[in-house]
C-alpha cells in the first residue's frame, strides 16, 4: 500500500531535549517536506527536499533541522525544542504531476 | 495579508442543505488550486483540484475566478460525513510551494 509512514503519532517532551520526528514514504517520491499546522494558521512548511542530499528552507525553518541521505526517509529534527513549537507536524511526499501524500501526523508538546 | 485567505467558520448546515466556501489568493501568478479535506487532528486528503474552466465531481463543485483571485467549492446535498475541515491550496511557484488556507470548518447537523 502506497503510503507515508510518520512517527511517533505523540511526542511530549521537555524545553531543550533534542528529538526526532521519522518520516519515510514507499513510494519512490523525489519530493518530502515537513510542515506544522497551528490553529488559525493553516499548514505551514518547515523545510522540503526535492532529491537525496537536496534540502531548502521553507516558510519557519527556525529550530529544526532535517537530512534526506536516502530517499524514502525525510526525518525532522529538533536540537533543542522550546514551547513555542507545540504544534501538529505533517509530512507528505509527491512527485511532480501527482498529489500529495500526507503521514497520519505528529502531535508534538514542549513542556 | 495572508497568501491565502479563508473564512474560517463554523458553517453550520442541516443535511440535504447546499452550502458554498469562498477562498481569495493574492499571488496573480499561481497556476494550481485544489481543495482538500481534513477531519479533526488528521492528515488532510486531496478533495479536487480546480481547473479554470470549473469541474464538478459528484456533490461538489470547484470554481476558479483568475480575474478576482478566488477559488469557490459547493456541496449539493450535504451529508453528515462531509463534516469536515476544507482547506484551500494554491500553487505558488513549482509543485513544491503549495501554500495552505488555514481551512473552513463545516459541521452537517441533522
Known amino acids: 500500500e502506497a503510503q507515508v509512514t510518520q512517527n511517533p503519532r505523540y511526542l511530549i517532551t521537555v524545553t531543550g531535549k533534542k528529538l526526532t520526528v521519522t518520516c519515510s514514504q514507499n513510494?519512490?517520491?523525489?519530493?518530502m517536506s515537513w510542515y506544522r499546522q497551528d490553529p488559525g494558521l493553516g499548514l505551514r512548511q518547515i523545510y522540503y527536499?526535492?532529491?537525496?542530499?537536496?534540502?531548502d528552507k521553507g516558510d519557519v525553518p527556525e529550530g529544526y533541522k532535517v537530512s534526506r541521505k536516502e530517499k524514502r526517509n525525510f526525518p525532522l529534527i529538533l536540537e533543542s525544542p522550546s514551547p513555542n513549537q507545540t504544534s501538529l507536524y505533517f509530512c507528505?511526499?509527491?512527485?511532480?504531476?501527482?498529489?500529495?501524500?500526507f503521514g497520519s501526523g505528529t502531535q508534538l508538546s514542549v513542556l | 495579508r495572508k497568501e491565502v485567505e479563508q473564512d474560517p467558520g463554523p458553517f453550520n448546515v442541516p443535511e440535504g442543505a447546499t452550502v458554498a466556501f469562498n477562498c481569495t489568493y493574492s499571488?496573480?501568478?499561481?497556476?494550481?488550486f485544489f481543495w482538500y479535506r481534513q477531519d479533526c487532528r488528521k492528515e488532510p486528503k486531496l478533495l479536487m483540484s480546480?481547473?479554470?474552466s470549473g469541474n464538478e465531481d459528484g456533490r461538489f463543485t470547484a470554481q476558479l475566478n483568475r480575474a478576482s483571485q478566488y477559488i469557490s467549492l459547493l456541496i449539493r446535498d450535504s451529508k453528515l460525513s462531509d463534516s469536515a475541515t476544507y482547506l484551500c491550496?494554491?500553487?505558488?511557484?513549482?509543485?513544491?510551494?503549495?501554500?495552505f488556507g488555514a481551512g473552513t470548518r463545516l459541521a452537517v447537523h441533522p
Open positions: 513510494m519512490n517520491h523525489e519530493y
Open positions: 491550496v494554491v500553487n505558488g511557484g513549482g509543485y513544491n510551494k503549495l501554500i
Open positions: 527536499s526535492m532529491n537525496v542530499e537536496v534540502t
Open positions: 480546480v481547473y479554470s
Open positions: 507528505a511526499s509527491t512527485r511532480e504531476g501527482e498529489k500529495l501524500f
Open positions: 499571488n496573480s501568478a499561481s497556476q494550481s
